[in-house]
């Protein structure tokens, strides 16, 4: 029932943009914080950024803050994540997830999307 569909996705050159989506579904989007993660190659997964309910506090790791931006569109059930001054360090699979969801019961805590492939090299 709960999904997460990634995309957004590209190869891009170092110093590139990308636009990530999440398109979520079977649970009340608008009432829960999210988050997006990504995992690395040989790493593990890392919390990227995290959006209040109402999209009003963001929050971000510090390797990718003033260059990556979080939103959320309620009525459309979807969050975004604005990737620019790409380094090849953000390569990684992006994931959106809702750990402020999870922890409430509203899906299991080991439940993620496919993810979307970001790639970043000249």
């Known amino acids: 029932q709960v999904q997460f569909v990634e995309s957004g996705g590209d190869l891009v050159r170092p110093g590139g943009s990308l636009r990530l989506t999440c398109a979520a579904s079977g649970f009340t989007f608008s009432i829960y914080a999210m988050d997006w993660y990504r995992q690395g190659p040989g790493k593990e997964r890392e919390l990227v950024a995290t959006?209040?309910?109402?999209?009003?506090?963001?929050t971000y790791a510090d390797s990718v803050k003033g260059r990556f931006t979080i939103s959320r569109d309620n009525a459309k059930n979807t969050v975004y994540l604005q990737l620019n001054s790409l380094k090849p360090s953000d390569t990684a699979v992006y994931y959106c997830y809702s750990l402020h969801a999870a922890r409430r019961g509203v899906f299991p805590q080991d439940y993620w999307g496919q993810g979307t492939q970001v790639t970043v090299s000249s």
């Open positions: 959006v209040t309910s109402t999209g009003a506090i963001t």
